[in-house]
Structures are given as C-alpha cells and as structure tokens.
C-alpha cells in the first residue's frame, strides 16, 4: 500500500526531506504523499521513513492504494531504474 497523510498534519515539515522518492509534497492545506512514487520506503530502509519521524502520528497505509510488498518492490525498481 502507498502511505497518505490524514488532515491531523501540523505541517511540521519533518517528512518531505525523509522520503528517499520525493512522493512527499506540500499539499493547500497539508502535506500530501503521491501514490504512484510511494513504496513505503521498500528497496530503501526496512521501515517507511516518514512515519518514523512523524511527531503526530498521521501517516497510516492508503486503503484506496492496495499493494503487496512484490509491487512495492516493482514500483521501487521501476522509479530507481534497479534491476
């Protein structure tokens, strides 16, 4: 699943920098993850960076963005041009 960020953000800008696929942008209101460059972090650290250091606890999975750790990983290789 992608990540998204909940309007609980208190745009503390703690998370942009953490995303190593800048899927992480500022929103009108809140920060926004885009779906189609999250992978959680997959192919980068072993936990989603941004919800490490959310001090507010509002990045929870994207129920509208199903996707197994395989995708997860395919998405990665297909943004990082990993093979």
Do not use: F
Not at 13 to 26: G, H, L, T
């Amino acid at each position: 699943m992608a990540l998204y960020i909940t309007d609980e953000c208190i745009n503390c800008d703690v998370c942009e920098p953490e995303c190593p696929n800048e899927a992480i942008s500022p929103g009108d209101e809140i920060y926004e993850i885009d779906p189609d460059l999250c992978t959680e972090c997959v192919g980068h650290y072993e936990t989603s960076q941004c919800v490490e250091v959310c001090p507010v606890d509002c990045i929870p999975h994207d129920p509208n963005h199903v996707e197994s750790q395989e995708e997860l990983m395919e998405k990665y290789k297909r943004l990082t041009g990993g093979g």
